[in-house]
């Protein structure tokens, strides 16, 4: 059976909770490492290596440089691992202030400048975007599917009816108003933004009344551009499907509600790197 470890960095282990529930695995896989659910100090060599959270501080980094020798194959998992996470958000200047004071530090580790993704640091063989990903995804990786097919979006997963006649002028709020479970978000004015999202999660949150937040990452269409390109892509979708002002759109789009995920569309370009291949992610 194939040897596989599970590393956390900063995260908050919802990541392990998903694969956990992916039984899968179990009869196949030997898990070798993985501190929510067992105590070992040292990742032995495995296959297969999935890590989740982001680079946060000098003890992240230690243990993601170590771990990375000992495996054959390395998968970023989550919005953590790929995109730095809630905690990359914003400016942390307090807070990092406050564990590098000698006299309050109590013996933590440095607290780096930001919490950057881990492919900053390490090569990565694969990506496993969402927040957590699905135990099917999870189930995919490990196994290694070659006929695996992810759909190119939500959207297409979704498949709620789109009514040419139904065309909100103002969005709604994502608690607000009575959802119609046959419907598409969109045409009922909800901010969902699955048309350029990732597929592959099954559209569990659209089919449950739930707009897309893009925890998926950008499609393909969307991975090697500039972020500006998915802003008017989605601009496009509304003015084709509702009477909404543009401006009304774009001001959502920059909302906290859509801030953790929404970064992760200008990430893949705008990082100062090579934009990661979309060969390369789940």
Same mark, same amino acid.
């Given at each position: @059976?194939?040897?596989?470890?599970?590393?956390?960095?900063?995260?908050?282990?919802?990541c392990e909770v998903a694969?956990?529930?992916?039984?899968?695995?179990?009869?196949?896989?030997?898990?070798?490492?993985?501190?929510?659910? @067992?105590?070992?100090?040292?990742?032995?060599?495995?296959?297969?290596?999935?890590?989740?959270?982001?680079?946060?501080?000098?003890?992240?980094?230690?243990?993601?440089?170590?771990?990375?020798c000992k495996a054959d194959?390395?998968?970023?998992?989550?919005?953590? $691992?790929? #995109?730095?996470?809630?905690?990359?958000?914003?400016?942390?200047?307090?807070?990092?202030?406050?564990?590098?004071?000698?006299?309050?530090?109590?013996?933590?580790?440095?607290?780096?400048?930001?919490?950057?993704?881990?492919?900053?640091?390490?090569?990565?063989?694969?990506?496993?975007?969402?927040?957590?990903?699905?135990?099917?995804?999870? @189930? $995919?990786?490990?196994?290694?599917?070659?006929?695996?097919?992810?759909?190119?979006?939500?959207?297409?997963?979704?498949?709620l009816k789109k009514e040419?006649?139904?065309?909100?002028?103002?969005?709604?709020?994502?608690?607000?108003?009575?959802?119609?479970?046959?419907?598409?978000?969109?045409?009922?004015?909800?901010?969902?933004?699955?048309? #350029?999202?990732?597929?592959?999660?099954?559209?569990?949150?659209?089919?449950?009344?739930?707009?897309?937040?893009?925890?998926?990452?950008?499609?393909?269409?969307?991975?090697?551009?500039? #972020?500006?390109?998915?802003?008017? #892509?989605?601009?496009?979708?509304?003015?084709? @499907?509702?009477?909404?002002?543009?401006?009304?759109?774009?001001?959502?789009?920059?909302?906290?509600?859509?801030?953790?995920?929404?970064?992760?569309?200008?990430?893949?370009?705008?990082?100062?790197?090579?934009?990661?291949?979309?060969?390369?992610?789940?």
């Open positions: @059976m194939k040897r596989f470890a599970v590393l956390q960095l900063s995260g908050c282990s919802g694969l956990l529930n992916a039984e899968q695995w179990i009869d196949n896989y030997d898990l070798e490492y993985m501190t929510l659910v @067992m105590s070992a100090y040292e990742i032995p060599e495995v296959e297969i290596l999935l890590i989740s959270g982001g680079i946060r501080s000098e003890v992240d980094l230690y243990k993601l440089r170590r771990a990375v194959q390395v998968i970023a998992v989550g919005t953590c $691992a790929i #995109s730095g996470g809630v905690a990359n958000l914003g400016d942390r200047q307090a807070v990092n202030e406050i564990f590098l004071n000698e006299a309050d530090r109590l013996h933590l580790p440095d607290i780096l400048p930001t919490c950057r993704p881990i492919d900053t640091e390490v090569d990565v063989d694969l990506y496993l975007p969402g927040c957590p990903p699905t135990p099917d995804l999870f @189930m $995919a990786v490990l196994e290694e599917k070659p006929d695996l097919k992810i759909a190119r979006t939500v959207c297409q997963e979704c498949g040419r006649d139904m065309r909100p002028k103002h969005l709604l709020g994502f608690q607000q108003g009575e959802v119609l479970s046959d419907i598409c978000l969109v045409n009922q004015g909800y901010l969902c933004i699955g048309t #350029s999202t990732r597929g592959g999660c099954q559209a569990i949150c659209t089919l449950a009344g739930n707009p897309c937040v893009g925890c998926r990452g950008p499609s393909d269409a969307f991975i090697e551009k500039d #972020s500006q390109v998915w802003f008017k #892509s989605i601009q496009r979708v509304f003015s084709h @499907m509702t009477d909404i002002p543009g401006t009304e759109i774009d001001q959502a789009l920059r909302s906290p509600q859509l801030s953790m995920f929404l970064f992760q569309f200008a990430d893949y370009a705008d990082i100062g790197q090579a934009p990661r291949p979309k060969e390369k992610v789940i």
